[in-house]
T-cell receptor, first 114, second 114 residues
Framework: GDSVTQMEGPVTLSEEAFLTINCTYT??????LFWYVQYPGEGLQLLLK?????DKGSNKGFEATYRKETTSFHLEKGSVQVSDSAVYFC?????????????FGKGTKLTVNP | GAVVSQHPSRVICKSGTSVKIECRSL??????MFWYRQFPKQSLMLMAT?????????EQGVEKDKFLINHASLTLSTLTVTSAHPEDSSFYIC??????????FGPGTRLTVT
């Protein structure tokens, strides 16, 4: 079945460091791909998404490109801030039974130190 | 906008009792809500899709008689864990489908069964 694999954490970086969180997927068809972020004590929030191959999603300095040939959707940010500390989830969506369903990776906890 | 709340945020109950978790969309109407379960260091696993005014659709392996879902209005869905056992202890997260077809997540409910 469809699945998402993302790099295990936790990831600890210093402020202004470069961030990459790897995400690969297995799916039939052409899913949409997402990155969600969960700040401490809050619900998941959509960070960015891409709906077709070669699309680049971007938001708040984060970017990810839908790579069909490598079935990947790696999350990157050039300079992280302390406020980026959170858990990041990669996900794909598929339409099943008339509704859109999300399949999540396990999440990667990021800690950014000042 | 697009805020989803869950109540309670934490609950402890004794084995054999039932517990109800509420999920509310505060500023939008949601015909579709989803219930997820998250184990430590694991991804979110979809349990069921809840549609207002109709029976919920459960994922394979989820016991519908144990996890009762009621979507009584366009802003409220409830999950009742019946005859709870320690293995039901988990983090339960709901989401509500807004427009355009984006899921908005609640902050989650931590259930501990003693």
């Amino acid at each position: 079945g469809d699945s998402v694999t993302q790099m295990e954490g936790p990831v600890t970086l210093s402020e202004e460091a470069f961030l990459t969180i790897n995400c690969t997927y297995t799916a039939t068809g052409y899913p949409s791909l997402f990155w969600y972020v969960q700040y401490p004590g809050e619900g998941l929030q959509l960070l960015l998404k891409a709906t077709k191959a070669d699309d680049k999603g971007s938001n708040k300095g984060f970017e990810a490109t839908y790579r069909k040939e490598t079935t990947s959707f790696h999350l990157e940010k050039g300079s992280v801030q302390v406020s980026d500390s959170a858990v990041y989830f990669c996900a794909l969506s598929k339409t099943q039974g008339g509704s859109e369903k999300l399949v999540f990776g396990k999440g990667t906890k990021l800690t950014v130190n000042p | 906008g697009a805020v989803v709340s869950q109540h309670p945020s934490r609950v402890i109950c004794k084995s054999g009792t039932s517990v109800k978790i509420e999920c509310r969309s505060l500023d939008f109407q949601a015909t579709t809500m989803f219930w997820y379960r998250q184990f430590p260091k694991q991804s979110l696993m979809l349990m069921a899709t809840s549609n207002e005014g109709s029976k919920a659709t459960y994922e394979q392996g989820v016991e519908k008689d144990k996890f009762l879902i009621n979507h009584a209005s366009l802003t409220l869905s409830t999950l009742t864990v019946t005859s709870a056992h320690p293995e039901d202890s988990s983090f339960y997260i709901c989401s509500a489908m807004g427009s355009p077809y984006e899921q908005y997540f609640g902050p989650g409910t931590r259930l501990t069964v003693t």
